[in-house]
């Protein structure tokens, strides 16, 4: 998986508490000795992602998904493994080592760390500049738009003052011209290095952890000749597909409890203007299409979403696309058109923040704008106009809504077309409804097998969970190549040696697949206390006769090809000897 020291990776786990972690990107509540919370990796209502603390483990009893810390926020964060390694080793005030990495690895390390480098010393320079040049267009730009000094600061907003000063200054702290190129900082052209964002007002850009990773340069000059917005391309620590402005914030507000709705604007003014008016909990898709991977990361956070984007053209199909794309992850979604402003930042500073509350309080359910909206794209007094809304109608409220919501919704098509109802409902029950999935049989192995198999998964829960005093006993029945005997040689080697071993240990050393042999031992149910060294007693029987009968097989099969009588002895022998272990095994 890496070349990380072993000791290394336990270090940071052991510093690292996976129901603190995963309470950054979930609502968990506690019962019994788990915490639940509904799972981050598919739809559902009820609850049924698991995180144990005592064996530092999740595991989703909906769709299997399991793992330890490492590996949730791996998923969570759509990064590899040695990212978030690095992620979970800066909270816990960990420095990486590097000098058992791989080549490859410690290039890679080397560039991402360089880059994280020059972004910030990028993000200072530019926010020194902003505030020692108060008389800037810059400057006077955030003045006209009556963003206020903390705002700033909050944000890390900067200035561009030209396009030399930057690249002299990054060159002058050792960085090469590559590696700022790299990092979307620097462009080259016939004159040389220049300033991607010479002239521009800076937002920088955070991951979920709050560092800068990318920035974006508005324009604050009128001249057609400068786009309004230059934004970093991808790169090494950028993914604007993954990236939502403003987003770190809100993290913070869930490790507070303060977190119930996410609202989503377009533009960087409208999220920093929210702020500005105590509305921390706003987010902004910086004028591209929000994906599933956004739409994912907020439902790490919280169920219900208000869509607050512009009303034009763009902005409307914008809300249609984000609509869909929200919806699919699971996500309640409600919208809010503005009357009398463009966008939020305008109504606002036209009719203050008490009356912008007012209108997120009262968004309308996402179905039911589109049933309304949609509607004025048709001519509802034509025939034909009317059956092409209902067919479009219909189609969206089955692939949105439960039985009981349909109802709703199809109240609400009836009095905008005006026919009966039950004509609505038996043209539903015609709509395309999407296919159950036929769940592949399952084989199974022969009852024998079977009964062994499951004292493999006794033996080794007793093992994990340490409730086998000796393990001397258990000697000689793991002698199979199977992912369980290796479990079992992981095991043996850490109680031998007197290493210290949870479940979280094992999603470093094996990949666990749903309801895998390995998965089973990781959540296996113990019996009460009392019956359970019988059950751990009569599964090491089974498994020694097991062996030992596998043993007499291969014997009986040498005995048969052998060829002098001197072979054929000695294994008539050892045949005896084995059949006495198996009658005082069974005894």
């Known amino acids: ?81 040695m990212t978030a390694l690095e992620m979970l080793a800066k909270n816990a005030g960990l420095e990486m080592p590097t000098s058992e990495e791989g080549e490859e690895m410690r290039r890679k390390k080397r560039e991402r760390d360089r880059m994280y480098q020059i972004i910030k010393l990028t993000t200072e320079f530019y926010y020194n500049n902003l505030q020692n040049n108060k008389n800037t267009p810059q400057a006077k730009y955030l003045q006209s738009r009556g963003i206020n000094d903390e705002m700033i600061k909050k944000f890390q907003i900067g200035a561009s003052l030209n396009f030399d000063d930057l690249p002299k200054y990054l060159l002058k702290n050792g960085f090469k011209a590559e590696e700022l190129i790299a990092a979307g900082v620097v462009g080259r052209g016939e004159y040389g290095l220049y300033d991607f964002y010479g002239g521009r007002l800076i937002f920088p850009i955070c991951n979920g952890f709050g560092d800068v990773v990318a920035f974006s340069g508005r324009s604050v000059e009128a001249a057609p000749e400068h786009t309004k917005y230059k934004n970093t391309a991808q790169t090494l620590i950028f993914n604007k597909s993954e990236i939502l402005f403003g987003f770190n914030f809100l993290r913070e507000l869930k490790k507070q409890h303060m977190l119930d709705t996410v609202i989503i604007v377009e533009g960087h003014i409208d999220v920093i203007m929210c702020h500005q008016a105590g509305i921390t909990n706003t987010i902004g898709c910086m004028g591209t299409a929000l994906t599933t991977l956004h739409a994912r990361k907020i439902k790490q956070l919280a169920d219900d979403v208000i869509l607050c984007l512009d009303g034009d053209n763009a902005g409307n199909n914008a809300t249609y696309k984000a609509i869909d794309t929200l919806k699919e992850v699971g996500l309640n979604v409600r919208v809010v058109r503005l009357e009398g402003a463009k966008d939020p930042d305008e109504y606002i500073k036209k009719f203050g923040k008490e009356k912008f509350v007012q209108y997120l309080d009262t968004a309308t359910d996402c179905v039911d704008f589109v049933l309304k909206d949609s509607a004025k794209k048709y001519n509802l007094n034509s025939n034909a106009d009317k059956n092409n809304y209902i067919q479009e109608a219909l189609k969206y409220i089955s692939k949105f809504s439960t039985p009981a919501e349909q109802e709703i919704y199809l109240e609400l098509v009836q009095k905008l077309v005006k026919i009966p109802i039950d004509a609505l409902r038996k043209s539903m029950t015609k709509t395309d409804r999407p296919t159950e999935k036929v769940e592949e049989p399952v084989l199974t192995d022969t009852e024998k097998n079977k009964y062994i198999t499951e004292s493999k998964i006794i033996i080794l829960a007793a093992m994990l969970y340490k409730k086998i005093k000796n393990v001397d006993e258990i000697s000689g029945v793991f002698n199979s190549n199977d992912e369980l005997s290796e479990l079992y040689k992981f095991l043996m080697e850490k109680i031998t040696n007197n290493k210290d071993y949870n479940v979280s240990t094992l999603f470093d050393n094996f990949k666990i697949e749903p309801n895998s042999p390995i998965d089973r031992v990781i959540n296996y149910n113990f019996p009460a206390d009392e019956m359970l060294n019988s059950i751990i007693k009569d599964a090491i029987k089974r498994l020694k006769i097991y062996e030992l009968e596998n043993e007499k097989t291969i014997v009986t099969n040498q005995m048969l090809s052998a060829s002098t009588d001197e072979e054929r002895y000695n294994c008539l022998n050892k045949i005896k000897e084995l059949t006495d272990k198996i009658i005082k095994e069974k005894m």
């Open 1 to 81: 998986m890496s070349s990380v020291p072993s000791e290394f990776i336990d270090l940071v786990r052991s510093k690292t508490d996976i129901v603190d972690v995963a309470s950054r990107y979930m609502t968990l509540n506690r019962r019994g000795g788990s915490f639940w919370a509904c799972c981050p990796f598919h739809n559902e209502r009820t609850p049924s992602f698991s995180i144990k603390p005592d064996g530092q483990f999740y595991k989703c009893f909906g769709c299997g998904e399991s793992g330890n810390v490492i590996t949730l926020v791996m998923k969570l964060e759509n990064v590899d493994f």
